[in-house]
Each structure stands twice: as C-alpha cells, then as structure tokens.
C-alpha cells in the first residue's frame, strides 16, 4: 500500500529553518509528482509546493516563494522540503502528497496523504 511517512517537523524561532522529508514507499516513486500542503491550527488545507517526477520542475505558494524549498531523491525514494526565513504564520500540520501525474501538483492533482509533521514557528 502507498506510505508516506513525514519527519523533521518541530520547533524554531522566527528566521531559523527546518528541513522537512517524506520518505516514500509502495508506488514507483520516481513516476509521480510530489507535494507539500499545510494546515494551520483551526485553518484550512493550503498547498505549499509540488515537483515534478523528474525534479526539474517546481511550483510554490506565494505565501513561501523565495523561502522554501522543494527537492526530491529518487534514488532514496523521498521528497524534502526545505524552509528558511521562517515566520509564525508558517506553523502548521505539514503533509507529504503524492501526485496522480508525472507533471500535476495542485491540490486536486493528489491521491494520497501522510499524516503530517507538526513545525511550530516562535521565540
């Protein structure tokens, strides 16, 4: 069955970073896009970024452009997100997706979800 397990959710101050990873299994990983969504407490579900199967090509929200950023190892099955510049409106429940297509990375492009890794922003 598809699993995709998140870790390197946590604390950090205001300007610090975070590297999110989602480790992959029970598809060929290397067919499909990848992306993050996030839930703020008591907010709904927000779309943070995608990547294509190939890693080539990248999208971002507005809200994280310039500070995050999406990669993946299709060797080590798994996709990572890297967040700089943190704010504390980025603190969220943050979810790993697997995309339907190769190329599609919009919130209804996904078929499966993990369960999230939690990334608190605050001094």
């Known amino acids: 069955q598809v699993q995709l397990v998140e870790s390197g959710g946590g604390l950090a101050q205001p300007g610090g970073s975070l590297r999110l990873s989602c480790a992959a299994s029970?598809?060929?990983?290397?067919?499909?896009?990848m992306s993050w969504a996030r839930q703020a407490p008591g907010k709904g579900l927000e779309w943070v970024s995608g990547?294509?199967?190939?890693?080539?090509?990248?999208d971002y929200a507005d809200s994280v452009k310039g500070r995050f950023t999406i990669s993946r190892d299709n060797t080590k099955n798994t996709v990572y997100l890297h967040m700089n510049s943190l704010k504390p409106e980025d603190t969220a429940l943050y979810f790993c997706?697997?995309?339907?297509?190769?190329?599609?990375?919009?919130?209804?492009?996904?078929?499966?979800w993990g369960k999230g890794t939690l990334v608190t922003v605050s001094s």
């Open positions: 997706a697997k995309g339907k297509y190769s190329d599609y990375v919009t919130l209804d492009g996904i078929d499966y």
């Open positions: 029970g598809f060929t990983f290397s067919n499909y896009a």
């Open positions: 990547i294509y199967s190939d890693g080539k090509d990248t």
